[in-house]
C-alpha cells in the first residue's frame, strides 16, 4: 500500500517549456487534489476532482490544467512554465466526507528558470 | 468564505516545554477540523482531527479540542521534543458542491532546542 504516489521529485523547466506532473493513490478514494505550497503562502488549492470524470478549479488555476485519467490518476500540466511557476506541488486524495483527511504525496520540487 | 487563521511562527521551544499553537477558524457549515504535520522535505500528514463540537482530537501526545463557542481549535503538547521540530498546519474540511474542500492555515513552524 504505496498510499499517494509523485513523479518526478524534482524538475527544472526552462521558461515557456511544457510538462506533466503525476499522481497515483492506492486507496480508492474518490477526490483528488493539486496544491502548490511557496513559503508564507501556505497551501493554495490549484484543482481538484471529486469523481472520476469531473474536474474543479480551485483558488490558483490560471497556467494550469488537470486530467482525471481513472479513479487513481490525477496529473497536472503546465503548458508554458513561467518562473512564477515555481513551487514545490503536492497531490492529496480522500474520501468525499467531512470526517475524512486528506493524504499527501511526498510533493514535485519544481524550478522554473 | 471559510478561513482559518493560525498564529504566525516560527514558534522556538526548549526540550520539555509546553506547547501552544492558536487556531480560530469561520466557517458557514459544520466544518471538520484538522491538524497536519510537515517535516522537512516531505509532504503533509494528518496529525489529529475533531468531526463535531467539543471533540478532542489526540495524537502523539498532541492535543486539540473543537470549541465551537470560540471557534477555535488550538494544539497543545505538554511536552515537546526535539523530533516535534516541523511546520503545523490547521485546517478544516466543509462540503461544497459534491466534495469536502479544505482550507488551510499558513502554517506555525515550531523549532524546538535540546
Known sequence: NAGVTQTPKFQVLKTGQSMTLQCAQDMNHNSMYWYRQDPGMGLRLIYYSASEGTTDKGEVPNGYNVSRL??????LRLE?????????YFCASSENRGGYEQYFGPGTRLTVT | ?????????????????????????????????????????????????????????????????????????????GSVQVSDSAVYFCALSDRTGGSYIPTFGRGTSLIVHP
Open chain 1, 80 to 88: 508554458s512554465a513561467a518562473p512564477s511557476q515555481t513551487s514545490v
Open chain 2, 1 to 77: 468564505g471559510d478561513s482559518v487563521t493560525q498564529m504566525e511562527g516560527p514558534v522556538t521551544l526548549s526540550e520539555e516545554a509546553f506547547l501552544t499553537i492558536n487556531c480560530t477558524y469561520t466557517a458557514t457549515g459544520y466544518p471538520s477540523l484538522f491538524w497536519y504535520v510537515q517535516y522537512p522535505g516531505e509532504g503533509l500528514q494528518l496529525l489529529l482531527k475533531a468531526t463535531k463540537a467539543d471533540d478532542k482530537g489526540s495524537n502523539k501526545g498532541f492535543e486539540a479540542t473543537y470549541r465551537k463557542e470560540t471557534t477555535s481549535f488550538h494544539l497543545e503538547k
Open chain 1, 70 to 75: 481513472n479513479k487513481r490518476e490525477f496529473s
